[in-house]
């Protein structure tokens, strides 16, 4: 009976992780989701840095040339 | 996890910054100066020297072609990574407590101290990160925060909002434009003074740690509460691994209140709690004081803690970390690759 009690609790458990890990999931998606309207409308690249580092990279190239 | 200890620093750590890639880490302490790190063999890159007092905060701008710090000698300063030149030197009335790159590294604030006469103030500044331009004096923007000082503040994703921690254990977000207060909640126990504010990669959301031995997790559009990390001991920093869905905090009670024995002993922990599920996963001991600083490398391989005993300890993650995964999350990721 003492392990049956346990099993349940640790069915609890689990049943409790995966909620939060479903809601965690679903909330990142959606919040993605809506960054990536925002940037668009704004006509922003999607990574922050990725104009930046093309630059740097560049001026580099034609330092070699 | 075997760390590799940087030696460089004569007195209490107070802030450490991986650059984007992960590769650099950069450290500033009480004595005066800033060093940087190769992070995969803990080899000395730099030293940078000139500021008169304590150096509270660092950070890198996400091309790492500059670093800003902000001391106890009432300045910013802003220098060249490469050269170890100081490019630039802003003046205020208090000491800078902290300061801050936005996403694009086009602007940078400053947190400045209250003391007689002067209230507690964030500062935003514009940025050239070209390390030959001439850069701008104008303070762009003042934020006076009247009711509670701010102690750590941050940029929001697209630099749309300012967020920061108070004395008080509230968190206000600011427009980032116009600074006007669009919010402000206690996010901590009234007298849980807020140590530290470190942000997701995206910056949506963000890590607090608190003197009220809790750490908080908050989403910066809403300030919702999304999660709470309990502890037994005052708390001095905290970061949000990439990679995995962990957290790590560190902190400590103050020197006055240890006992010998536990800071003989290497006792004092950064303690590893899972994201989504609250629950302390695991510890890593070594310091011999309270740790004031903890980052996590940006590419997700290893974090660093900066202690009150001068030390900077550097742990590359090893393929148990990787490996550590909830039954419920090894489903999910089943589930989502059928």
Same mark, same amino acid.
């Given at each position: 009976?003492?392990?049956?009690?346990?099993?349940?609790?640790?069915?609890?458990?689990?049943?409790?992780?995966?909620?939060?890990?479903?809601?965690?999931?679903?909330?990142?998606?959606?919040?993605?989701?809506?960054?990536?309207?925002?940037?668009?409308?704004?006509? !922003?690249?999607?990574?922050?840095?990725?104009?930046?580092? $093309?630059?740097?990279?560049?001026?580099? @190239?034609?330092?070699?040339? | 996890?075997?760390?590799?200890?940087?030696?460089?620093?004569?007195?209490?750590?107070?802030?450490? $910054?991986? =650059?984007?890639?992960?590769?650099?880490?950069?450290?500033?302490?009480?004595?005066?100066?800033?060093?940087?790190? +190769?992070?995969? =063999?803990?080899?000395?890159?730099?030293?940078?020297?000139?500021?008169?007092?304590?150096?509270?905060?660092?950070?890198?701008?996400?091309?790492?072609?500059?670093?800003?710090?902000?001391?106890?000698?009432?300045?910013?300063?802003?220098?060249?990574?490469?050269?170890?030149?100081?490019?630039?030197?802003?003046?205020?009335?208090?000491?800078? $407590?902290?300061?801050?790159?936005?996403?694009?590294?086009?602007?940078?604030?400053?947190?400045?101290?209250?003391?007689?006469?002067?209230?507690?103030?964030?500062?935003?500044?514009?940025?050239?990160?070209?390390?030959?331009?001439?850069?701008? @004096?104008?303070?762009?923007?003042?934020?006076?925060?009247?009711?509670?000082?701010?102690?750590?503040?941050?940029?929001?994703?697209?630099?749309?909002?300012?967020?920061?921690?108070?004395?008080?254990?509230?968190?206000?977000?600011?427009?980032?434009?116009?600074?006007?207060?669009?919010? =402000?909640?206690?996010?901590?126990?009234?007298?849980?003074?807020?140590? @530290?504010?470190?942000?997701?990669?995206?910056?949506?959301?963000?890590?607090?740690?608190?003197?009220?031995?809790?750490?908080? !997790?908050?989403?910066?559009?809403?300030?919702?509460?999304?999660?709470?990390?309990?502890?037994?001991?005052?708390?001095?920093?905290?970061?949000?691994?990439? $990679?995995?869905?962990?957290?790590?905090?560190?902190?400590?009670?103050?020197?006055?209140?240890?006992?010998?024995?536990?800071?003989?002993?290497?006792?004092?922990?950064?303690?590893?709690?899972?994201?989504? +599920?609250?629950?302390?996963?695991?510890?890593?001991?070594?310091?011999?004081?309270?740790?004031?600083?903890? /980052?996590?490398?940006?590419?997700?391989?290893?974090?660093?803690?900066?202690?009150?005993?001068? %030390?900077?300890?550097?742990?590359?993650?090893?393929?148990?970390?990787?490996?550590?995964? %909830?039954?419920?999350?090894?489903? /999910?990721?089943?589930?989502?690759?059928?």
């Amino acid at each position: 009976e003492d392990a049956d009690r346990g099993a349940s609790a640790d069915l609890a458990v689990v049943e409790h992780r995966r909620r939060l890990l479903d809601e965690w999931l679903a909330w990142r998606s959606s919040t993605e989701e809506d960054i990536r309207e925002e940037r668009e409308a704004r006509g !922003l690249p999607l990574d922050p840095v990725e104009g930046l580092i $093309k630059k740097t990279d560049e001026s580099e @190239d034609q330092v070699i040339e | 996890m075997r760390p590799i200890l940087l030696q460089g620093h004569e007195r209490a750590l107070t802030q450490i $910054k991986y =650059n984007r890639d992960g590769d650099i880490i950069f450290s500033t302490a009480k004595d005066q100066h800033i060093c940087a790190w +190769f992070a995969h =063999n803990g080899e000395r890159l730099g030293t940078y020297h000139g500021h008169q007092g304590a150096l509270w905060t660092v950070d890198v701008d996400p091309t790492s072609t500059l670093i800003a710090s902000g001391a106890a000698d009432n300045t910013v300063r802003l220098w060249d990574i490469k050269s170890g030149k100081c490019l630039k030197v802003w003046d205020f009335n208090t000491a800078v $407590k902290r300061v801050e790159f936005n996403e694009d590294g086009s602007r940078l604030l400053a947190v400045t101290e209250k003391r007689m006469g002067f209230l507690g103030t964030i500062v935003v500044l514009n940025i050239d990160l070209d390390p030959e331009a001439e850069q701008d @004096d104008e303070k762009k923007l003042v934020i006076e925060c009247e009711e509670s000082k701010p102690t750590v503040a941050g940029w929001s994703y697209l630099s749309k909002y300012i967020i920061a921690g108070h004395e008080d254990g509230t968190v206000s977000q600011y427009d980032a434009k116009t600074g006007e207060q669009l919010d =402000n909640t206690q996010v901590h126990d009234v007298d849980g003074l807020i140590t @530290d504010l470190q942000w997701s990669p995206d910056r949506t959301y963000f890590i607090t740690a608190s003197k009220d031995k809790t750490a908080k !997790l908050v989403n910066a559009r809403d300030l919702e509460v999304m999660k709470t990390y309990p502890t037994n001991t005052p708390l001095n920093s905290a970061a949000i691994t990439p $990679k995995k869905d962990f957290i790590i905090l560190g902190g400590g009670q103050d020197a006055m209140e240890v006992t010998q024995t536990a800071a003989r002993q290497g006792k004092f922990e950064a303690r590893f709690y899972h994201k989504v +599920f609250e629950e302390e996963i695991g510890r890593v001991r070594g310091h011999f004081g309270p740790l004031n600083t903890v /980052a996590a490398d940006p590419q997700g391989k290893g974090y660093a803690s900066g202690g009150e005993d001068g %030390y900077v300890r550097v742990h590359q993650f090893d393929k148990g970390y990787f490996d550590f995964n %909830y039954e419920v999350e090894r489903q /999910a990721r089943a589930a989502m690759q059928q």
